[in-house]
């Protein structure tokens, strides 16, 4: 069964400290991996599309990186402004995922100042 | 260009009521889509239009539930016959995309809050 895991939960940083978050997948073939930012309240927020191994993609405090098995996404001198849930989602390959995105849970991540 | 806007935000409703949302897509994005969402959880995939062609729809997706894309523009879901588990966000996304299959960035509307009572 195609899968889609996020860790962890929830993380609080202080302003300044970087930090990673992290999603595996368990998918029969990878088609394309995304990073999404969502708000309280508000519908998610596209960041980045990596589509194979090795791929990287940076926006401001943020890059994201895809391994054969799992993406992080890095957040670096973090500010309260970052502070939201982030999503990753897959597509796969299956006849049965291919139109569709599986999500992950989110990682709710709180910026203190 | 406006973005994805989505009516009503929020919509409260009883039980057993017929309720309907409207989404409207970036103008030149010929993808709609359809999820939905409940506290502490990713977006739940309900349906996806190729322009006004409805391609796929979840298989956990009740008989209640109906979504129309007339002249692949605007779009709407309905829900039959609410009941108080219908109670979550609803979003909307639209992007752009050919006949290949591989899905692009999807660009998301405000959602509307469902609330049954």
């Known amino acids: 069964e195609d899968q889609v895991t996020q860790s962890p939960e929830a993380l609080r940083l202080q302003e300044g400290e970087s930090s990673s978050l992290n999603c595996s997948y368990t998918?029969?073939?990878?088609?394309?991996l995304f990073w999404y930012r969502q708000d309280p309240g508000k519908g998610p927020e596209f960041l980045f599309t990596?589509?194979?191994?090795?791929e990287e993609k940076e926006k401001e405090r943020l890059k994201a990186t895809l391994t054969k098995k799992e993406s992080f996404l890095h957040i670096t001198a973090p500010k309260p402004e970052d502070s939201a849930t982030y999503l990753c989602?897959?597509?796969?390959?299956?006849?049965?995922?291919?139109?569709?995105?599986?999500w992950g849970l989110g990682t709710s991540l709180a910026v203190n100042p | 260009d406006t973005g994805v806007s989505q009516d009503p935000r929020h919509k409260i409703t009883k039980r057993g009521q017929n309720v309907t949302f409207r989404c409207d897509p970036i103008?030149?994005?010929?993808?709609l889509y359809w999820y939905r969402q409940t506290l502490g959880q990713g977006p739940e995939f309900l349906t996806y239009f190729q322009n006004e062609a409805q391609l796929e729809k979840s298989r956990l997706l009740s008989d209640r539930f109906s979504a129309e894309r007339p002249k692949g523009s605007f779009s709407t879901l309905e829900i039959q016959r609410t009941e108080q588990g219908d109670s979550a966000m609803y979003l909307c996304a639209s992007s752009s995309g050919g006949t290949s299959g591989l899905i692009y960035e999807q660009y998301f509307g405000p959602g509307t809050r469902l609330t049954v009572t």
């Open positions: 989602a897959v597509q796969a390959k299956n006849a049965g995922n291919n139109r569709k995105l599986i």
């Open positions: 103008s030149e994005h010929n993808r």
């Open positions: 998918v029969s073939g990878l088609r394309g």
């Open positions: 990596l589509y194979s191994a090795g």
